[in-house]
């Protein structure tokens, strides 16, 4: 069983940063392939960035450039850092465990946080 949390969200004007927290429970964490989506109101859950146990990640289209996803094995975290923040951006933020190598759908997801809301003014 793995649990996650995530921590960090907020309101930010646009043009402004966050940086997002997930802690995770379970072991190996080392070894999972960890990553971010979002869903806004109205809309379907979608990929942001993920980070597989090798360390290579991949982000969407929308947030390259702006946002890094990092962990911290030792401490079984995963981050976001978002910058230069859009109002497009607005939206619940879910840290999710991958169930196999690549995580970039959400039904390649097998565990969910309950979300952290981030709401950016323009």
């Known amino acids: 069983q793995v649990q996650l949390v995530e921590s960090g969200g907020g309101l930010v004007q646009a043009g402004g940063s966050l940086r997002l927290s997930c802690a995770a429970s379970?072991?190996?964490?080392?070894?999972?392939?960890m990553g971010w989506f979002r869903q806004a109101p109205g809309k379907e859950r979608e990929f942001v960035a993920a980070s597989t146990y090798m360390t290579t990640t991949s982000y969407a289209d929308s947030v390259k450039g702006r946002f890094t996803i990092s962990r911290d094995n030792a401490k079984n975290m995963v981050y976001l850092q978002m910058n230069s923040l859009k109002p497009e951006d607005t939206a619940v933020y879910y840290c999710a465990k991958g169930s196999r190598l690549t995580l970039s759908t959400p039904d390649s997801a097998d565990y969910w946080g309950q979300g952290t809301q981030v709401t950016v003014s323009s």
């Open positions: 379970g072991r190996p964490f080392s070894t999972y392939t």
